[in-house]
């Protein structure tokens, strides 16, 4: 058994709990493409034993959520979570809100939250937020597809946002709130599609069996759907999967290329090509 697994985390569960719960019933290997907090609820796509070295597949495809964000408010996770550190009664202008989320779009710089996964030293920056040292997190480079407002009163504001990987929503929460000369948190939030893998094909995780995921599973051959194709000669793939390399013009990344029904998947370092992987007519990697 293996594939992608598309599951509907409910709100207040950990990310965790729901792959261990996968794990449990099937178990063998499983493991998840990108965690939602436990506040948040909606789409994750898990990978089944030997699927799980898709995983670096997954993670470039963009993702879509629905949401909500909170004015006049600041805690210090940037969701309802946290503890309250300001408070204060707002009231804002929903044509200078549209202004300001339609400046988002395209490249923009954050700096996650001090309460994220991220590391620092070697530590989860979680934990040392927990224990009340001081620290800063860089700001990275991320690029927001489309962000439009769907309803607006006067402290709160529903979205829907697309955006790429490594994207944190509770970031932009916070930033629009400033933006906006207040604070913000991000009050909701739901993933609705992870690519072009959508929470309306999703198990629900009370429906979970062997027999659901069996009949559920996502052939490793639509994961890989997002890489571009490309020619390689026969001769060609046969030196790379016996270790060589071969000279190539395409820019550093991941491709496949197609022989009789079986799928190579070939990366590109220095204008080198290395053979990756094989997934092979009945989608067995």
Known sequence: MLGGLLINKPEGVPSFQTVREVKRILGIRVGHTGTLDPFAEGLMLLLVGKATKLQRFVHMRNKTYTGRISFGILTDTLDPTGTIIRKEKVSIEPNSLIREVNSFVGEYEQRPPIYSALKVNGVRAYLLARRGERFRLKKKKVLIKSFSITSVDTDWADFEIEVSSGTYIRSIARDIGLKMGTDAILERLKRVKIGEFSLENAIDCDALSADTIKHSLIPPRRILSILKSVEVKREEIESLIKGNTVET????????????????VVSVKDKKMKYYMRIDEDSKI
């Open 249 to 264: 013009a395409l820019l550093e990344g991941f491709y496949k290329t197609v022989f009789d029904g079986e799928i190579f």
